[in-house]
């Protein structure tokens, strides 16, 4: 890449930092310093409003880098994401949303603590939660690693790992200063720029091919050197039982895993009702389901256009697939109209990373001081305090994630998202659903439900080829690879359900009708909601 692509891209990022950096110095000069203020940003969002954060902290750097990318290297098996990314929303909203916003405060924990002993069921959903964010923000850092490596042109690895550095920091003084009202503004500013850019992106594309999509499909398959293999089933997941069964877990995991999200359950609290809660789902919905088939079309644009082997060349697992198809749509390396849509395009994607690691730091402090600070300390935790605590866990979650996303920069994002998905699915989402829904779960039938999913999925992601005994491992040089598997999925998510209706039913403790009872009323019809 030329300096001028580097520069624009550059100085167009820095404008957004800019932008946001405003807000977020303009919202910590009016917050008032309260619980409700730095988690839910005083609940005083619109449905629509609320509508596209909830859309901008969804379509996160998994979507307009890892999708594509695997599009334009596997074809139709790619699509997989696209469809488990956006049917999984059809559950959060018929399952979750609405009861998730009467039941809950700030936390998913606050839901499940409603009717249970909250010291144990606080710290393990907030362990849980804490987990799931981590997994997701590594896969943010791993995609702002590789458009640094795209834009320097992989000369400096040590550049790479300091942009990392800097956007973790960044992060941290988003979610520091400016909490889920800041938060929020940037969402909503990151989501209009997303899908404007993929709109234009889109539009060149059916443009390029003068809106024939049977030519642009046998374009990208004539590329891809597999020719219609490329555009059928088979291509990633269908080589051997193994590889089948992954595709089944992948698909298991992205339809179950975003109602466990924590970031995402989050958000419904930001909104003054449950009914603006549904309204909020609804039009995160039209605004993700139209992203989510432009994705489609730039994943085999990329294919048809730039080709999987540069796609390849450029990045193992794809990640900078988007760019690339920008640079040549606007006319290619060195043209004027390449290096202004490449360096939007970087741009835009700078900015969706950093929109969303602040989410989900956001998110996964709050847990940290909501549920586990103040479950371990013996009294409860005065707000101030709280929010305080909240602050310096957004640093040390800040750091952990930088690390391990250092850790596995050559991996693709839309995969590691996965991961997470597959841990949220596996952990928070049974024992969400078993509170919820059954009238004689107990405490301990919570705790083991968490533990029941949690520790499953984390073993099985050591135990697979994600972490050792293949080339494209963290570990390629070890092997204690004992499960064949790369998603754990279809394994983790029985048993988190197994473990809560296990611990249920061996338990001691009888089932509090009393607040069973006043749980259901809440969560149906909002009567006593927050």
């Avoid at 910590?28 to 005083?42: L, P, V």
Wanted: overall charge positive; charged content about 10%; proline content about 3%.
């Amino acid at each position: 890449m030329t300096i001028r692509h580097e520069t624009l891209a550059l100085l167009l990022f820095s404008a957004f930092v800019a932008v946001t950096l405003g807000i977020t110095t303009w919202v910590s000069r009016r917050r008032h310093g309260s619980a409700e203020e730095f988690y839910a940003g005083g609940r005083l969002f619109s449905p629509i409003e609320n509508g596209f954060a909830v859309a901008g902290d969804y379509m996160s750097a998994a979507s307009f880098l890892g999708v594509t990318g695997l599009i334009a290297l596997f074809g139709y098996d790619g699509l997989l994401y696209v469809v488990g990314f956006l049917v999984a929303w059809l559950v959060v909203l018929f399952l979750v949303a609405e009861l998730v916003r009467n039941c809950g405060r700030f936390t998913l924990a606050d839901v499940i603590a409603a009717r249970m002993s909250e010291r144990p069921v606080r710290i393990a959903v907030g362990a849980s939660s804490v987990t799931v964010s981590v997994l997701y923000l590594v896969a943010q850092m791993v995609g702002a690693g590789s458009l640094v490596a795209l834009l320097l042109g992989r000369t400096s690895g040590a550049a790479q790992a300091w942009t990392v550095i800097g956007v973790g920091a960044l992060m941290v003084v988003y979610v520091s200063l400016g909490g889920m009202r800041a938060t929020t503004w940037i969402q909503i500013v990151k989501a209009v720029l997303l899908l404007s850019g993929t709109v234009a992106l889109t539009v060149l594309v059916l443009l390029r091919f003068h809106g024939d999509v049977d030519r642009l499909l046998l374009t990208a398959a004539g590329r891809s050197g597999h020719g219609r293999a490329f555009l059928v089933p088979g291509l990633r997941y269908g080589g051997s039982w193994s590889e089948r069964l992954d595709f089944i877990s992948l698909g298991l995991t992205l339809v179950l895993g975003t109602a466990g999200l924590p970031h995402i359950l989050s958000r419904f609290y930001t909104v003054p009702t449950a009914r603006a809660a549904r309204r909020s789902v609804v039009w995160s919905i039209g605004l993700i389901g139209g992203f989510y088939l432009m994705a489609i079309v730039l994943g085999f644009g990329a294919a048809a256009v730039v080709g999987p082997d540069a796609v390849r060349a450029s990045n193992e697992s794809g990640n900078t697939a988007v760019p690339l198809l920008a640079l040549d749509l606007g006319g290619g390396a060195g043209s004027t109209g390449g290096t202004v849509l490449f360096a939007v395009v970087a741009a835009v994607a700078f900015a969706t990373i950093l929109a969303v690691v602040a989410g989900i730091t956001l998110a996964s402090s709050a847990s940290v001081a909501h549920d586990l600070y103040a479950s371990l300390r013996r009294e409860r935790a005065r707000q101030r305090s709280e929010v305080g605590v909240a602050r310096v866990a957004a640093v040390g979650i800040g750091v952990v994630a930088i690390a391990l996303g250092l850790l596995a920069r050559d991996m693709n994002v839309a995969f590691l998202v996965g991961l997470a998905f597959a841990v949220a699915a596996s952990a928070n989402l049974p024992v969400l659903l078993y509170s919820l829904f059954w009238r004689n779960f107990t405490t301990r039938g919570a705790v083991w439900a968490v533990y029941g999913g949690l520790v499953p999925a984390l073993g099985l992601v050591v135990l697979s080829p994600v972490v050792s005994g293949s080339p494209g491992a963290l570990f390629p040089g070890v092997d204690f690879q004992y499960f064949p598997l790369q998603n754990p999925g279809i394994v983790s998510i029985p048993l988190g359900f197994l473990a809560g209706w296990l611990g249920t039913v061996t338990s001691d403790e009888l089932p509090d009708e009393g607040r069973h009872a006043e749980t259901e009323v809440r969560s149906l019809t909002g009567a006593g909601a927050v």
